[in-house]
Structures are given as structure tokens and as C-alpha cells.
């Protein structure tokens, strides 16, 4: 007879994993192959995760950190979900490449607040992380000059426009929104006269995730985000698990990385979410492995129902996918 297991409660968010942004970039790097063919050159990582990426270069697709990096083959050129500076399209152009610009649209959301503010008149506050390809992107729609970045409460006591009435702020889609709120109080508290964004820059997707997170979170052992090391936004769900009561915040990319030492004691509870970034197939792998273990009672918390659909371009409407085309682009095998 076999040894009983220990049982474990999984609290499993709802919604986690793919947003609606990633699945349409995803989606267009694996149309752009069936239509034009290997290789289709993507400029940085699509998104930030190994699997997908790893997955689009065994279907053919080339990652390259710069356009010089791309032979005049007459191939497509995919932006990456995160947006680009404005100088990447006109590169392109003048080069004569055809190229697909996969930016979310809530990112280029972002981008058009950016360059309204600037329209009129004021000077733009972007609150993001340093060197993330969102903000390169978002700062890369303006002239120099024209902007500031702000990462901490700290940057802002230390901020000094040429004119305190004429500014105007949006944020990177993916940040903590308790963090965000801080320092646009700080802001709003220097700079009375500081314009808000016409609507909200964090996208729904991130905030759905965090408030999932917040509802699973008070009193698990461990909260497991599944996701990418580089992967603003699942690095911030950690963050929130452990400010809303976990014990132990930690990303995962795998199974591989389940930190089991910490779940010992009677029945443990944990948390688990995926960034908009992660595919499903590894949260199915990292509950399986859980289960070799633990008699797993799963609890769902659901905070919200998402519906956003982000159609491809015009170009790529009419491709066909197969079946397997699209379980990889839907987050599976």
C-alpha cells in the first residue's frame, strides 16, 4: 500500500497568465511565419519568457537586440510587445523592411497620453523602472527634453521642473499599483497643478492579477508567480503577495524551481498566479509536479472575468494556423 501524502490547498488565481497584449503579439510572430516564411527577425524578446521565446525560435523565428543585426533578405521584422522608440520604425523604413509592429495597444495607449501632454504644453512625467524596454520605448516617443522618469518616492522630493504648473504623468502598464499610488500622491501633493493621464496607464490586466493575488494571498505558506526574471510585472506580483500575507513570495519559471524545503508542516497553503507573459503549460507542469507530492486540494479565486480580444493587423488576418498554432499561442503545449 502506498504512503498516504501529505495534503496541500493550492489557492489558484483567477485571472493569471497570457493577457490579452501577449497573445496577439505572440500570435502575430507565429502568422508572420506561416505566411512569410522562416526566418521572421523579432527585435528583442516578444515577451518576456524563455518558453515563448524558445518556442518561436524552434518555429523559425530569429531574435536580435538591433535592426543592424538584420541582413537585407527581404524577411519581416516583428516590434516586441513592449513598444519601441520612435527612431525603430523610421530605421526600418529607410532600410525599405517590411516590418510588424506588435506594441500592445494599451502600451501605445501610453504612448499617445505621453504625446498629448507634451501637445500641450507641459512637460511629461513618466513613472516606470529605468532601463525596461517599455519605458525605452515610451521615453523614445518624445523629444529630449520633454520627459522625466520617476522610479521611487525619493526621485520625486528630489525633482525640480523648469515649471511646476505645466506637467503631466502616465506610468509603465505593469507596475505595483500600491507602489504607483505613493508616488503619484507624492506628485500630486509637490505639483497640485499636475495633469492626470485621460484614463488609467497601468493596464487591466496588471491589475487584475494583483487583485487576485491579494484576495489568495493572507495566510499561504508560499505563493508561487510564474514568470520570467526579467518580467516587470510578475516581479511586482511577488511583491504583492508578500505584502498581502504570504509567508514566502517566489518566482518560478518552472517546476524545476519549486522551493519544496519551505513546505514542510501540516498542510501547507499555496498561492499561485502567472504573469501576463506566462503560458498556462507551466502552470498545468508546476501543479502536476505539486500533486507527485501532495494530495492537492485546488481552490480557485476568481477576482474578475476578462474579455479583451486585440485583433492582428489587416495583413495577417487571413493566414490559417493549425491546431497546434494555436494551443501555443493560447499557452499550451
Do not use: W
Request: hydrophobic share 45%.
Amino acid at each position: 500500500m502506498a504512503p498516504t501524502k501529505p495534503k496541500l490547498t493550492l489557492r489558484l488565481c483567477e485571472p493569471r497568465g497570457f493577457c490579452a497584449g501577449v497573445d496577439r503579439a505572440i500570435q502575430i510572430v507565429v502568422l508572420a511565419l506561416k505566411k512569410y516564411g522562416a526566418p521572421v527577425y523579432v527585435r528583442h524578446e516578444i515577451v518576456h519568457n524563455k518558453y515563448v521565446v524558445d518556442g518561436l525560435r524552434g518555429m523559425g523565428a530569429v531574435f536580435v537586440r538591433e535592426l543592424d543585426e538584420i541582413p537585407d533578405d527581404g524577411q519581416p521584422v516583428v516590434f516586441s510587445a513592449h513598444g519601441v522608440p520612435k527612431s525603430v520604425p523610421a530605421a526600418a523604413s529607410e532600410r525599405e523592411m517590411l516590418y510588424l509592429d506588435a506594441t500592445c495597444p494599451l502600451v501605445s495607449k501610453v504612448h499617445k497620453q505621453a504625446m498629448l501632454h507634451v501637445k500641450r504644453g507641459r512637460h511629461v512625467v513618466l513613472i516606470g523602472h529605468r532601463g525596461h524596454p517599455e519605458v525605452v520605448g515610451t521615453m523614445g516617443q518624445l523629444q529630449p527634453g520633454t520627459v522625466s522618469l520617476i522610479e521611487t518616492v525619493a526621485d520625486v522630493a528630489a525633482f525640480a521642473p523648469e515649471d511646476p504648473s505645466a506637467l503631466g504623468f502616465v506610468t509603465q502598464t505593469t507596475l505595483s499599483l500600491d507602489d504607483t499610488a505613493d508616488i503619484v500622491a507624492a506628485l500630486q501633493a509637490k505639483f497640485p497643478a499636475m495633469t492626470a493621464p485621460s484614463s488609467e496607464s497601468i493596464c487591466y490586466a496588471t491589475t487584475n492579477r494583483q487583485e487576485a493575488v491579494k484576495a489568495s494571498a493572507p495566510q499561504t505558506d508560499l505563493f508561487l508567480i510564474v514568470g520570467a526574471p526579467n518580467s516587470s510585472n510578475s516581479k511586482r506580483l511577488v511583491e504583492v503577495a508578500e505584502r498581502a500575507g504570504s509567508a514566502k513570495g517566489v518566482l518560478v519559471q518552472g517546476p524545476q524551481e519549486i522551493p519544496f524545503e519551505v513546505l514542510g508542516g501540516n498542510h501547507p497553503v499555496v498561492g499561485m498566479s502567472a504573469g501576463a507573459s506566462a503560458p498556462e503549460v507551466l502552470v498545468d507542469a508546476i501543479i502536476a509536479a505539486l500533486r507527485e507530492r501532495f494530495d492537492v486540494a485546488i481552490e480557485l479565486v476568481r477576482t474578475a472575468e476578462e474579455t479583451e480580444n486585440f485583433p492582428v493587423m489587416r495583413s495577417l488576418r487571413d493566414t490559417p494556423l493549425t491546431v497546434a498554432d494555436m494551443a501555443f499561442v493560447n499557452g499550451g503545449a
